[in-house]
Nanobody, 127 residues
Framework: QVQLVESGGGLVQAGDSLRLSCAAS????????LGWFRQAPGKERDFVAG????????LYGDSVKGRFTISRDSAKNTLYLQMNSLKPEDTATYYC????????????????????WGQGTQVTVSS
């Protein structure tokens, strides 16, 4: 059973940084497209960042480009999201997600392309 467990969320002030982690188990990590999404109360789940396993291409949502960085450590089966210059509008529950290993995902920003999800970690940015 694939499990994704996020950690690293918290309450910070605007301008601060946080690093989220997502530990994966029972997953062929190097062959899976990995992503971060976020969801604020009453809103849809939005794409934040993703890494395609084929080619290692990294994609970012427009609102986080230049501030957030997605990375992975295959030796630790862990996905990261480094978040800098945080803004109050970044406040949301952040979820990591993984696609089916071996499947090439071109629409990395599409929630429907992901088969496995973590439970989420809350990030709150105060002004």
């Amino acid at each position: 059973q694939v499990q994704l467990v996020e950690s690293g969320g918290g309450l910070v002030q605007a301008g601060d940084s946080l690093r989220l982690s997502c530990a994966a188990s029972q997953l062929t990590f190097d062959k899976a497209t990995l992503g971060w999404f976020r969801q604020a109360p009453g809103k849809e789940r939005d794409f934040v960042a993703g890494i395609r396993w084929a080619g290692g291409i990294r994609l970012y949502g427009d609102s986080v480009k230049g501030r957030f960085t997605i990375s992975r450590d295959s030796a630790k089966n862990t996905l990261y999201l480094q978040m800098n210059s945080l803004k109050p509008e970044d406040t949301a529950t952040y979820y990591c997600a993984a696609g089916q290993p071996g499947i090439v995902v071109l629409t990395t920003w599409d929630v429907l392309e992901y088969d496995y999800w973590g439970q989420g970690t809350q990030v709150t940015v105060s002004s």
